[in-house]
């Protein structure tokens, strides 16, 4: 038992489904061949009737038992062994790829096979041949698949895989057939949510947290939307109990208004304070302006950022910061604690932020935020380790044509920035990179930037290193009329009056990346335009992108055009890879396989 839990580590494998989803590469069959198969190997009788040896390589010539034809054989090799093996009258089953040369039978260097009639299953693991199918014959056994919750046609396919009768039973021309293939899908993603499942810890909350929303909504100069009222409502019965502090992911849209849902749970913790953590200083002081905006006025709001607080935190309903206040020994205990654009923070950084404010075994409760739309197929295995809340609408309609260009219509390009610039909106324009390189047949941010200065007033740049970086972005924002950058900008900036982006090189990024970037127009409903610059023609993916304007149709997209890439797995850049389901095509697989877990749950509770 020791033994195999050693082999389990070296695996890495944490479960038995792991191991029954170990499929063998392939199979050595020594199963008699019935009819001569040219071009395949063949498992035959025979018996040695002439040896000969001509410079150094050995020539036996057999006679098959069953059709009575003669094959030769070459061996290139020679030991003694081969020598004593194929004497003259003995008799073997050899195995090999049997070809045809003018009439007669061929086959290179057989092997005499000493277990006839047995198939035995190949892998290609971390491990000896004999020890993974050792682990195999002991754990992948039916009594313990039905343990699992798989259903008997399940657990026959899985047996077929690992201990075929006959290679019919597997395998349908070279591939796998169809049918098992749908099998291993389910059982992917039943085991991968079984996992997850099984990570799900709740703790009881601080406190009930049931403020009036009322103050704030009401004096909204704007309706709230259908989305968001729906997601502040499923915050409220969450924030509402006391057994279990409330574990929720909040996933929105590119524009889709989640800062009011985040300023919206601020009023429900009243008269408690909540804190919100953003990943950049920038973020932090956007919320913090939105929230003085918008909260009411007796509402105290605190920004902590490294050497620029605003407001005292000691004192504050609502403390908004970046990673700075993880250094803040006095934090005030907080009932809830929200974080936005989670995925830029490591599970550290988060777990440290709930200690902060935890008190024993009673935790605040959390709200995770994010613009970065994930596949719904994604989401739905994210719902075993927490909520999730989707907003896929925004509040209005926004107005963005995507087109892709090339240097031929570059002329036209720079008319149309001189119209925008002319009505005051604002232009970005994103680089590859900072410096030249032989890498990337574009011009970088450096190379570029002469070019646009000579030609307009009030031109900005700013990249990643540039530690400037935020006062440059809020510096346009008042006064600027083109910004040169590179992908920086992706999260988050709300800048009014853009209502042009040109990316130079769309093709070398991901579809989500370019789906934030065109995030930055048209946030105030003004017609808007993206232009994605590529040097190639023919341009599937961006053509696809241009179409399509919901971040979560888009993400589908991503995951189509990169083979299922990075899945959850409790953080979201983990890279959980499957083999065999599709997270873009098999939403079915994924519900199947989510209905069954509850139904077992159901029966056999906790």
């Given at each position: 038992m020791e033994e195999a839990k050693q082999l389990f580590k070296k695996l890495k494998i944490h479960s038995l489904l792991d191991l029954a989803l170990i499929i063998p590469v392939s199979y050595n069959d020594t199963t008699l061949t019935g009819t001569l198969e040219l071009g395949k190997v063949n498992t035959l009788e025979a018996k040695v009737i002439d040896t000969s040896i001509y410079s150094g390589k050995l020539r036996v010539t057999f006679l098959l038992t069953r059709s009575g034809r003669r094959l030769s054989s070459t061996f290139f090799k020679v030991t003694p062994y081969h020598h004593k093996l194929f004497e003259v009258g003995s008799s073997h089953v050899i195995q090999g790829r049997l070809e045809e040369y003018k009439g007669y039978l061929q086959m290179s260097q057989p092997r005499s096979i000493k277990q006839v009639g047995k198939i035995t299953p190949k892998y290609k693991t971390v491990l000896k041949e004999s020890e993974i199918s050792s682990l195999i014959e002991c754990y992948v056994n039916e009594h313990n698949l039905y343990n699992e919750g798989l259903d008997s046609k399940e657990v026959a396919t899985l047996m077929h895989i690992h201990f075929p009768k006959s290679m019919d039973e597997v395998y349908e021309g070279s591939a796998l057939k169809p049918d098992l293939v749908a099998v291993l899908k389910f059982v992917e993603a039943y085991n991968h949510l079984k996992k997850l499942r099984g990570?799900?810890?709740?703790?009881?909350?601080?406190?009930?947290?049931?403020g009036n929303i009322a103050p704030f909504v009401d004096n909204l100069p704007f309706q709230l939307t259908k989305e968001q009222q729906e997601v502040i409502a499923a915050i409220q019965s969450d924030l509402a109990r006391e057994d279990k502090a409330a574990k929720r992911m909040v996933v929105g849209d590119?524009?889709?208004?989640?800062?009011?849902?985040i300023l919206a749970s601020v009023m429900m913790a009243l008269p408690h304070k909540s804190i919100l953590m953003a990943p950049t200083s920038l973020l932090a002081l956007q919320l913090y302006e939105e929230a003085c905006k918008h909260l009411p006025r007796q509402v105290k709001v605190a920004l902590v950022m490294?050497?620029?607080?605003?407001?005292?935190?000691?004192e504050a309903d609502f403390i908004i910061g970046t990673h700075a206040l993880l250094y803040?020994?006095?934090l005030p205990q907080a009932s809830l604690v929200m974080v936005d654009e989670q995925h830029r923070f490591g599970t550290r950084q988060r777990q440290s932020l709930e200690a902060l404010v935890s008190t024993g075994e009673k935790k605040p409760h959390f709200i995770q935020f994010s613009a970065t739309p994930i596949p719904r197929t994604q989401a739905m295995m994210e719902s075993e380790l927490l909520d999730v809340s989707l907003i896929t609408s925004t509040p209005f309609e926004r107005e963005v044509l995507t087109q892709t260009i090339s240097k031929q219509d570059f002329p036209n390009l720079l008319s149309h920035i001189k119209e925008e610039i002319a009505q005051q909106h604002q232009v970005l324009?994103?680089?590859p990179l900072v410096e030249e390189s032989s890498e990337v047949p574009y011009q970088s941010l450096e190379e570029s930037r002469g070019f646009w200065e000579e030609k307009f007033e009030g031109v900005y740049v700013t990249h990643g290193k540039d530690k400037q970086k935020e006062d440059v972005l809020l510096a346009f924002r008042e006064k600027g009329n083109i910004l040169l950058a590179t992908t920086v900008v992706e999260v988050g900036i709300s800048l009014p009056r853009l209502t042009l982006i040109v990316i130079v090189g769309a093709e070398r990024l991901g579809?989500?990346?370019?789906?934030?970037?065109r995030g930055r127009v048209g946030r105030n409903g003004l017609k808007s335009w993206c232009y994605l610059y590529s040097n190639s023609a023919e341009n599937f993916?961006?053509?696809?992108?241009?179409q399509t304007n919901n971040g979560f149709d888009i993400a589908k997209l991503d995951l189509k055009f990169r083979d299922s890439g990075d899945i959850l797995d409790g953080t979201i850049q983990s890279g959980q890879r499957f083999k065999w389901l599709d997270m873009a095509e098999d939403e079915e697989v994924v519900v199947r396989a989510k209905n069954r877990l509850a139904s077992l749950e159901n029966e056999f509770p906790g």
């Open positions: 990570k799900k810890a709740d703790f009881p909350a601080i406190r009930a947290l049931t590119v524009g889709s208004g989640k800062t009011m849902v490294q050497g620029k607080d605003q407001g005292d935190y000691r803040k020994e006095d324009i994103i680089y579809l989500a990346t370019l789906h934030q970037l993916r961006l053509e696809q992108f241009a």
